[in-house]
């Protein structure tokens, strides 16, 4: 069973550009959430898809940050314009339930640095 | 919203085994308790969770005592693959407050 995909894997901007990411959840998989987690510490929820339809997303600086999942699939998070307490890394992770209790598959991650 | 305490760091050697224990003293009635594990340049991994007593699988074992308030997570014969970050989380059904903490960083050394 092929895993979470998320690319980039790296990328490097300087402040105010804009960078998005990409993620592929594990096929079947209903829930999809995008963590930020910044060296150090533990992943950060950032938002939480229930197919096309956000269930959460209190955690996310919508100022400036920006998730889709139009077709209930793949989804791309979005920056703009970045700041440099953005570097950090962006995990994507899906599951089978709603419930965060079931399991998260977590893919690699892209690890974001601002310049 | 069930807050979670682990030690930040801990140091052992291979084949030995490694106890992490987590303190969750407000865990309501409906929580459950789950572990991740997170090598570095990953995404963290599920390892194991239950709900009391004692849970085991091919990777740990989970030992939670009669009041749920802390829990212990246990590696048998540790290696030094064994070396990552590990997270106890807490949070039930239709409870959507479960969060990763800073995690407690496990080294392995030989």
């Known amino acids: 069973e092929a895993g979470v995909a998320q690319s980039p894997r790296y990328k490097i901007i300087e402040k105010r550009q804009s960078v998005a990411f990409w993620c592929n959840p594990i096929?079947?998989?209903?829930?999809l959430y995008w963590y930020q987690q910044i060296l150090g510490q533990g992943p950060k929820l950032l938002i939480q898809?229930?197919?096309?339809?956000?269930?959460?997303d209190s955690q996310l600086p919508k100022d400036r940050f920006s998730a889709e999942r139009l077709k209930g699939v793949d989804s791309t998070l979005k920056i703009q314009p970045a700041k440099l307490e953005d570097s950090a890394v962006y995990l994507c992770?899906?599951?089978?339930?709603?419930?965060?209790?079931?399991?998260?598959?977590f893919g690699p991650g892209t690890r974001l640095t601002v310049l | 919203l069930a807050k979670t305490t682990q030690p930040i760091s801990m140091d052992s050697y291979e084949g030995q085994e490694v106890n992490i224990t987590c303190s969750h003293n407000?865990?309501?009635?409906?929580?459950?308790i789950t572990w991740y594990q997170q090598f570095p340049s990953q995404g963290p991994r599920f390892i194991i969770q239950?709900?009391?007593t004692k849970v085991t699988n091919e990777v740990a074992s989970l030992f939670i005592p009669a009041d749920r308030k802390s829990s212990t997570l246990s590696l048998p014969r540790v290696s030094l693959s064994d070396t990552a970050v590990y997270y106890c989380l807490v949070g039930g059904l239709n409870n959507n407050d479960m969060r990763f903490g800073a995690g407690t960083r496990l080294t392995v050394k030989p």
């Open positions: 096929s079947g998989h209903a829930t």
């Open positions: 992770a899906s599951s089978t339930r709603t419930d965060r209790i079931h399991e998260q598959f």
């Open positions: 407000n865990i309501a009635t409906n929580d459950y």
């Open positions: 239950g709900y009391k």
């Open positions: 898809f229930q197919n096309n339809g956000v269930v959460d």
